[in-house]
């Protein structure tokens, strides 16, 4: 989830191990996407763009900000150079020899597996994040996000996000995308008609630009009823 001023729980409670992690891995995240993205090349952008459907006759058309943070995401995890390497990946190549700060190499590490996922908030857990359920693999982890249980009503909410677990602890990277409450009742129901759609998906790759496009996809279309969101129809 988005970095913001506050690193304090609701009240004047103290943080819990969590989130002092947290917090920590987030900065270092922020500064190893800044380093990353300035070594995106503008074709790279045009050739993601146009996977993602922003991308057309030499001109990009987001539906509104965000999406350019998808764009961006996929730019530095989805697309390989001509040596098979995506953009993160070089980097951390470059980086090896170097002595990175401590929480920069662990959070390093785990972005080099992140995975997209697309998950529903089972609980929240005030002052650490929440248990989630993952529609991709079935399975549940604790996200460590802090700021979740400031959202009224969170439970039952459906995401798109990339996890990373940074020593062991489960947090977004990248642009997360809130669905909301898709006009399925039964969470099961949901859970089945993504697990059809799972078998087109012929790599992480695969997976990935799908779920991308779903999430420009639902900025797009957060003006119409939420059960018209539409579930990704996977790798082409």
């Known amino acids: 989830m988005r970095n913001r001023a506050s690193r304090t729980s609701r009240g004047s409670r103290p943080l819990a191990p969590e989130a002092r992690d947290y917090w920590r891995f987030r900065r270092a995240l922020q500064t190893l996407n800044s380093r990353m993205i300035r070594m995106i090349p503008p074709e790279l952008y045009e050739e993601a763009g146009a996977a993602l459907g922003v991308y057309a006759d030499g001109r990009y058309a987001f539906p509104d900000e965000i999406a350019m943070g998808v764009l961006a995401d996929s730019c530095l995890h989805d697309w390989p150079d001509r040596e098979g390497r995506s953009v993160a990946a070089r980097y951390a190549e470059s980086a ?3 002595r990175l700060p401590e929480p920069e190499r662990p959070v390093l590490d785990a972005l080099l597996r992140s995975r997209y996922a697309h998950f529903r908030v089972e609980e929240t857990l005030p002052g650490v994040g929440a248990r989630v359920r993952s529609a991709i693999d079935d ?14 009503d969170g439970n039952g909410l459906w995401w798109l996000s990339r996890l990373m677990f940074p020593a062991g602890r489960c947090m977004t ?10 006009g399925i009742p039964d969470p099961e129901e ?8 799972r078998p087109k998906w012929r790599s992480d790759r695969d997976m990935a630009i799908s779920l991308a496009s779903w999430a420009i996809c639902a ?9 018209e969101l539409r579930i990704p129809e996977g790798g082409g």
């Open 96 to 98: 090896a020899a170097q």
């Open 190 to 197: 949901q859970l089945a008609r993504l697990r059809l759609v």
């Open 173 to 182: 990277t990248g642009t997360p995308i809130l669905l909301g409450r898709p």
């Open 139 to 152: 399975r549940e982890f604790t996200l460590i996000e802090p700021l979740l249980d400031r959202m009224p």
């Open 219 to 227: 900025l797009a279309e957060r003006g119409k009823p939420e059960d």
